[in-house]
């Protein structure tokens, strides 16, 4: 009632035409750069990337084989969903991608040590892993890892055999590993990155570790790319803090999460290295390479924000963050303290895509706005802070970075924002897609409903809880879950005891 109630007020007060509204609709729709969004409405296109060709329909610019009814197709799917954790290793239990991660054993460090030039494609690598066997016994230790030749691998200091087959690397360590015991991996590699589209982003040719025109190199990871680039245990349940050690040739600049600690030049190359003490998923681990201009200030509240942009881009970029410092502090205001040790975002030659790689967001040349800048913030609380538990509930990251993104942009007019939000359910139900929000197919993970039907559905529960109980029950979730992962009942758990009763057949009817 409270729902039909406030639509008819905002109808009446403000009715809008199909035009208005379509320009609305575009006005929204241009936020979500992400993965290349086309919306259609009132008969009209809205195209809110340069990637998409104008007029095409989302089922044509992105490839969905689960839709298509031949036995090939099926074939190239991810197994279908079994998924109880494998002690042996060979997944970590998420029932959306089985074929992912280790629940045997938890990592806490991983030191990146890379030698990377744009000019030659090619990552020579050793990686070391410290960790902790969490299973009764480790027989093998699995990790997920995708091509590249292996020149040594050591546990504990010495030498152990493995198998590299079926994108796992496999230890077999000469005894046994006992339940809480540390270990300490040693990995060395090197080679051209395999390119293989990811069964959930179909419409990238490959993810991972990227080399462009022989200039700059970016990483793009999300949801499983980083086995493309360097070993882990390839998935959110696993959070390890990271330091980065980048030999690059002199000239040019090293990027990665966290802080630069030191530089150390010799004459032909430098030395990068980077720590983020605070954990971090696999996906949002990130190396820039470039040519960049670094720029350094704070928030108000004192939150170090520093950026390295890429020259040309300075001016557009000034602009889109000019309000950023302030944002930080609204958002920390909202949702608890910003959670890391500082901010900011690096420009790179990648079209179409950002990502909200931690403390140092990827973010595409042409895609420098306030829009896109502020998405990111965003995930640094909805993503970065707490995770996934499973990559079905991506609507718990990209629906609340999208709500969240429309809250800053009207936060000085909530009869706009509300407006803001009737265009965007508009949207939803005469453009959204048709499966349930808590569980896409894989092909669909990043898509139009995922992103403003996730919206929607935020705002229907702050609408149902009322703002006091929502914003109090958001900042519990931070406190609870931060540094962590949450699934969508931990989440429902929170935000029920928040408003004191049960949002079991809310929750189902928007998710299922
Ligand atoms: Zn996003």
């Known amino acids: 009632m409270k729902k039909q109630a406030f639509k008819d007020k905002v109808k009446k007060k403000n009715p809008q035409t199909c035009g208005e509204r379509s320009r609305t609709i575009t006005k929204m729709a241009q936020i979500f750069l992400i993965w290349g969004i086309l919306l259609v409405g009132c008969g009209q296109t809205a195209v809110p990337t340069a990637t998409p060709l104008p007029n095409t329909p989302v089922s044509q610019m992105e490839p969905t084989p689960t839709l298509i009814a031949s036995p090939t197709a099926v074939a190239t ?4 969903p079994t998924a109880t954790p494998q002690l042996d290793g060979l997944s970590i239990g998420d029932p959306y991608a089985p074929e992912l991660g280790n629940a045997g054993y938890d990592v806490t460090h991983y030191t990146l040590s890379l030698s990377l030039d744009p000019a030659v494609e090619n990552i020579d690598a050793t990686v070391e892993i410290r960790g902790v066997v969490t299973a009764p016994e480790l027989a093998t230790l699995s990790l997920d890892f995708v091509g590249f030749t292996i020149a040594e691998t050591l546990l504990d200091g010495q030498p152990v055999t493995f198998t590299h087959k079926d994108d796992k690397l496999i230890l077999f360590p000469a005894q046994p590993l006992p339940q809480n015991s540390p270990f300490a991996l040693s990995i060395s590699y090197a080679g051209n990155p395999v390119e293989r589209p990811s069964p959930y982003v179909g419409f990238a040719a490959s993810l991972g570790m990227r080399f462009v025109n022989g200039q700059s190199i970016y990483v793009l990871s999300e949801p499983d790319g980083s086995r493309f680039w360097f070993p882990n245990n390839d998935h959110p349940r696993d959070k390890a803090t990271y330091r980065f050690e980048i030999t690059v040739p002199r000239g040019l600049t090293a990027v990665a999460n966290g802080r630069l600690i030191e530089q150390i030049n010799d004459e032909t190359s430098s030395t990068f290295i980077w720590e983020h003490n605070h954990l971090m998923a696999s996906y949002l681990a990130t190396v820039v390479v470039g040519d960049f201009e670094r720029l350094e200030s704070v928030s108000p509240d004192g939150v170090l924000l520093r950026h390295y942009v890429n020259d040309g881009a300075r001016e557009e970029f000034d602009r889109a963050i000019a309000d950023l410092g302030e944002a930080v502090d609204w958002m920390s205001d909202l949702f608890g303290p910003y ?10 030659d990648v079209s179409g895509v950002s990502l909200e790689t931690q403390t140092m967001v990827l973010l595409a040349n042409n895609m420098i706005g306030q829009r896109t800048t502020i998405h990111e913030l965003a995930h640094m609380w909805f993503g970065d802070w707490v995770s996934l538990d499973s990559w079905q509930q991506m609507w718990r990251n990209e629906g609340f970075a999208t709500y969240v993104q429309l809250m800053w942009e009207n936060r000085d007019d909530p009869e706009n924002f509300e407006l803001a939000m009737e265009a965007v359910r508009s949207a939803v139900e005469e453009n959204g897609e048709d499966f349930p929000l808590g569980n896409p197919p894989p092909a669909k993970l990043f898509s139009f409903n995922t992103y403003f039907g996730g ?48 949002l079991a057949d809310f929750f189902a009817e928007w998710l299922e």
């Not at 799917?77 to 279908?80: A, K």
């Not at 009322?466 to 900042?475: M, N, P, R, Y």
């Open 77 to 80: 799917q991810p197994p279908p």
């Open 455 to 502: 919206a929607v559905f935020v705002h229907e529960l702050r609408q149902e809880m009322g703002d006091e109980a929502f914003f109090s029950g958001l900042k519990t979730y931070f406190a609870t879950y931060g540094d962590g992962t949450a699934s969508d009942d931990e989440f429902r758990a929170v935000m029920e005891t928040a408003v004191g009763r049960s």
């Open 339 to 348: 959670p890391y040790e500082a901010f900011g975002y690096v420009t790179a």
